[in-house]
T-cell receptor
Framework: AQTVTQSQPEMSVQEAETVTLSCTYDTSENNYYLFWYKQPPSRQMILVIRQEAYKQQNATENRFSVNFQKAAKSFSLKISDSQLGDTAMYFCAFSGANNLFFGTGTRLTVIP | DTEVTQTPKHLVMGMTNKKSLKCEQHMGHRAMYWYKQKAKKPPELMFVYSYEKLSINESVPSRFSPECPNSSLLNLHLHALQPEDSALYLC???????????????FGSGTRLTVV
């Protein structure tokens, strides 16, 4: 069974600083995808970044990047130059056969 | 059009009412999902539709009844709900139900349901 663990329920970061959100997962699959979704107070879940397990290169999307360690089953999200609009719940997700498995989320607050 | 549209945004219903939630997408996605999300919790899968057929029902009580009239539309019919069913109901769509192909989801903004 796939499990996704986010061990940091809440985090805060000063505006313009860098923050890293942790995620670990457990699976016996070889090929899979990992995702980070952001859910601001507006409620809509927005895809932040995606990583294919077969790709060794870490995915990057503007200020967002991941540190993917396949052997350690770790998939952390780094947010650089944090902005007030980054305040949100962040969910790590793992691609099962037919649906995504979500972690419990990390609430990130960016402090002005 | 790259959106998933959910209506209504808010719904308050009594325990004897019948209501429906609606979800629509025009991206040509062939998989659609209903999730339930309680405050400060991750979304919980309820139903998966693939090519307009129900493929997964996560042991959801029969007071929730999904319907997929066509490839763009997904409904969730509600009847005789309980106060503990109050939650955010999220709809999502994906190019294909096979998530190990990496498509991910596009989510709607949800319906905030309150059962009184």
């Amino acid at each position: 069974a796939q499990t996704v663990t986010q061990s940091q329920p809440e985090m805060s970061v000063q505006e313009a600083e860098t923050v890293t959100l942790s995620c670990t997962y457990d699976t016996s699959e070889n090929n899979y995808y990992l995702f980070w979704y952001k859910q601001p107070p507006s409620r809509q879940m927005i895809l932040v970044i995606r990583q294919e397990a077969y790709k060794q290169q870490n995915a990057t999307e503007n200020r967002f990047s991941v540190n993917f360690q396949k052997a350690a089953k770790s998939f952390s999200l780094k947010i650089s130059d944090s902005q007030l609009g980054d305040t949100a719940m962040y969910f790590c997700a793992f691609s099962g056969a037919n649906n995504l498995f979500f972690g419990t989320g990390t609430r990130l607050t960016v402090i002005p | 059009d790259t959106e998933v549209t959910q209506t209504p945004k808010h719904l308050v219903m009594g325990m004897t009412n019948k209501k429906s939630l609606k979800c629509e997408q025009h991206m040509g996605h062939r998989a659609m999902y209903w999730y339930k999300q309680k405050a400060k919790k991750p979304p919980e899968l309820m139903f998966v539709y693939s090519y307009e057929k129900l493929s997964i029902n996560e042991s959801v009580p029969s007071r929730f009844s999904p319907e997929c009239p066509n490839s763009s539309l997904l409904n969730l019919h509600l009847h005789a709900l309980q106060p503990e069913d109050s939650a955010l109901y999220l709809c999502a769509s994906s190019q294909d139900h096979r998530q190990n192909l990496g498509y991910g989801y596009t989510f709607g903004s949800g319906t905030r349901l309150t059962v009184v």
